[in-house]
């Protein structure tokens, strides 16, 4: 009986260490879960500026807002009411009620009442304003796009179209899908 005994005990052992073991496992992977569920932000800035200058040390662009949150966990930006200015002359202005901003800052994804206004020149000196929903921007590159219906208005002409590609550098807009529009002379 003896024998039988002393080998049953250490199996008995490792079965009890493999269950703590299992056990203690469970209970660090519940809390490193729970950890990755938090979406809390890192930091938090109110009534920011942030300026781009060229290779050349020209100012090319600035991100003024009311407010920027950055959450660490997904590397996300999330900006309320930004204002995009393009220092190319004419001088286009962006605005919107909040913006996703990349995590590389090559894109800004401007949403709800977006506005594009594109100030004159002395040849047309009536600025031209875009209004949309939704608008991915590139300031970096000064080019644009949304997917989402577009209105163009400059003085009294109006044209719509079902969604759009900018192009700061060129000043062209080219409208795709259904496009509608009055134009009048000036």
């Known amino acids: 009986m003896k024998p039988r005994t002393f080998t049953l005990l250490p199996l008995l052992l490792l079965g009890f260490l493999v269950g ?70 004419p001088q286009t202005d962006i605005f919107a009620e909040q913006a996703l901003v990349s ?25 031209t304003k875009i209004e949309t929903r939704l608008m991915k921007v590139f300031p970096d590159d000064e080019t644009g796009h949304t997917i989402t219906p577009v209105t163009i208005t400059q003085g009294t002409s109006i044209v719509r179209g079902s969604r759009m590609e900018m192009n700061n550098k060129t000043g062209i807009s080219v409208l795709h899908g259904r496009v509608t529009g009055t134009l009048y002379r000036q």
Request: charged letters at 30%; proline letters at 5%.
């Open 20 to 89: 703590v073991t299992y056990w203690l496992n469970r209970l660090v992977d519940a809390d490193g879960k729970k950890q990755a569920i938090r979406h809390d932000p890192d930091y938090i800035i109110s009534n920011f500026n942030v300026r781009r200058f060229d290779s050349n040390g020209k100012l090319q662009h600035s991100l003024t807002a009311e407010k920027m949150t950055h959450y660490p966990d997904d590397d996300t930006t999330v900006v309320l009411k930004p204002h995009l200015i393009n220092h190319r002359q």
């Open 103 to 127: 995590k590389d800052t090559k894109e800004v994804d401007f949403i709800d009442q977006v506005r594009v206004i594109r100030q004159g020149t002395a040849a047309k000196p009536i600025p």
